[in-house]
């Protein structure tokens, strides 16, 4: 089966630059050592019937894979459609980490034999990008709010709520607050790694409260974020 055809099927409607980019990466993967391996249709469709039971993979399409059994994912539909996360062997975090497929291959093709680790990612997204993206940005992180409030699974709330959280502009961080009082700690830690990543000095109190009081791993990590912003927990 063709790509495009096998991409159709299952309802990914890809624009034709990044279908074609696509395309010439797999067959420059043929004559080419990739840390990331471009994984046959074939593959794919196996690989995919494996994860499809699992309902926080229900949305993602692994397309790479290397030694270490990291995937490199797109996502096939709802808000987050032709973003690309990572399936990393080492914890559930399919937090959306390039714009799209595009913007991926620039950074395989300028470091092939690289970890994706290394790569710039485009979430957080830095100042200044154009205005287009922002909006584009901000919309679809109103429609995962949405999905946020009424998603009941544990699972995918958290990685809704990390999409949030990577996906919010800077200028919109205080939106990001009432992260800190939800009710899975992952999900606060999450935030509180925003917050310090940014200086987000707006969050002081609520970050206090946390570090004296919080669960585990939001306690922690509003305490690093504070002493990171130069502040006393």
């Given amino acids: ?27 420059k993967q043929l004559g080419a050592e990739y840390d990331m391996r471009w994984m046959s249709v074939q593959e794919q469709g196996q690989l995919l019937e494996t994860i499809a039971s699992i309902p ?23 808000p987050l459609a032709g973003k690309i996360c990572v399936m990393s ?31 710039t990612f485009d979430y957080p997204a830095p100042e200044g990008i154009p205005g287009e993206q922002l909006e584009q940005d901000r919309k679809t992180v109103d429609q995962l709010w949405s999905l946020l409030k009424q998603e009941d699974e544990e699972d995918i709330r958290c990685q ?6 990577a996906l919010t502009p800077k200028a919109d961080l205080a939106e ?42 939001a306690k922690s990590a509003a305490a690093r974020a504070l002493a990171g912003m130069n502040m006393r927990p």
Wanted: net charge negative; proline share 5%.
């Fill in 160 to 165: 809704t709520a990390f999409a949030i959280v």
């Fill in 89 to 119: 062997h080492e914890e559930t975090d399919l937090t959306p980490r390039w714009r799209n497929v595009i913007s991926l291959l620039e950074r395989m093709d300028a470091d092939p034999e690289g970890e994706w680790r290394d790569w």
């Fill in 176 to 217: 990001l607050l009432a992260l800190l009082e939800d009710e899975d700690m992952y999900v606060q830690e999450r935030a509180c790694e925003r917050f310090g990543e940014e200086q987000f000095t707006a969050a002081e109190q609520p970050l206090r409260e946390l570090a004296r009081s919080g669960m585990s791993n």
């Fill in 1 to 27: 089966m063709e790509l495009k055809e096998w991409l159709s099927s299952l309802g990914i409607q890809m624009p034709k630059p990044e279908l074609q980019a696509l395309e010439r990466h797999a067959e």
């Fill in 56 to 78: 926080v993979y229900r949305d993602i399409l692994p397309l790479w894979e290397n030694s270490g059994g990291d995937y490199i994912a797109i996502y096939r539909r709802g």
